[in-house]
T-cell receptor, first 113, second 108 residues
Framework: DTAVSQTPKYLVTQMGNDKSIKCEQN?????MYWYKQDSKKFLKIMFS???????INETVPNRFSPKSPDKAHLNLHINSLELGDSAVYFC????????????FGPGTRLLVL | KNEVEQSPQNLTAQEGEFITINCSYS?????LHWLQQHPGGGIVSLFM???GKKKHGRLIATINIQEKHSSLHITASHPRDSAVYIC??????????FGEGTQLTVNP
């Protein structure tokens, strides 16, 4: 019954590795988002997809690549992980891209060693 | 300077007190979003508003577009209200910018 789910919940990996975080929503929403929350708890938007099309791409290193195979899924792939990538990554969805209430996933805690 | 500023950064209150958290922004916006992040990390959307006032239970959110200011009020505060409250604004289409959050602690 979870509206927005993310896997894995925790991810510990070595510098230089490539990893993916998956996000799925069962709300029938058109828009999905990825956010990064750093160690100071500051949230920043990374990407947003509307109907599988990229609509927001904030200043994020090219090592981060979102992929939306369908409207219900937005995955985040990270290449060549760096120490600074350690953070909590939240996925969210909303009915539409235009300023709607967003529903957040539980977060994925990534630790790069 | 962040485009979205919240005050106070930290707030401690006694159970039952009326609480106000403020959010000021420096850009033109289409809407403002209040979020609550629980101690366990989960994030919940509280309000989305573009004008006036909204109320949900003990929570009230107001916005003044001319003054570029929003407030989140909690009446009859309870220890379970302890959380980080985050203000975020939509500007330039769908761009979303967050404040740094207000850590609220309500003591019994």
């Amino acid at each position: 019954d979870t509206a927005v789910s993310q896997t894995p919940k925790y991810l510990v990996t070595q510098m230089g590795n490539d990893k993916s975080i998956k996000c799925e929503q069962n709300l029938g929403h058109d828009t999905m988002y990825w956010y990064k929350q750093d160690s100071k708890k500051f949230l920043k938007i990374m990407f947003s997809y509307n109907n599988k099309e990229l609509i927001i791409n904030e200043t994020v290193p090219n090592r981060f690549s979102p992929k939306s195979p369908d409207k219900a899924h937005l995955n985040l792939h990270i290449n060549s992980l760096e120490l600074g990538d350690s953070a909590v990554y939240f996925c969210a969805s909303s009915q539409d891209w235009a300023a709607e209430t967003q529903y957040f996933g539980p977060g994925t805690r990534l630790l790069v060693l | 300077k962040n485009e979205v500023e919240q005050s106070p950064q930290n707030l401690t209150a006694q159970e039952g007190e009326f609480i106000t958290i403020n959010c000021s922004y420096s850009v033109g916006i289409s809407a403002l979003h209040w979020l609550q992040q629980h101690p366990g990390g989960g994030i919940v959307s509280l309000f989305m508003l573009s004008s006036g006032k909204k109320k949900h239970g003990r929570l009230i959110a107001t916005i003044n577009i001319q003054e570029k200011h929003s407030s989140l009020h909690i009446t009859a505060s309870h220890p379970r209200d302890s959380a980080v409250y985050i203000c975020a604004v939509y500007s330039s289409g769908s761009r979303l910018t967050f404040g740094e959050g207000t850590q609220l602690t309500v003591n019994p």
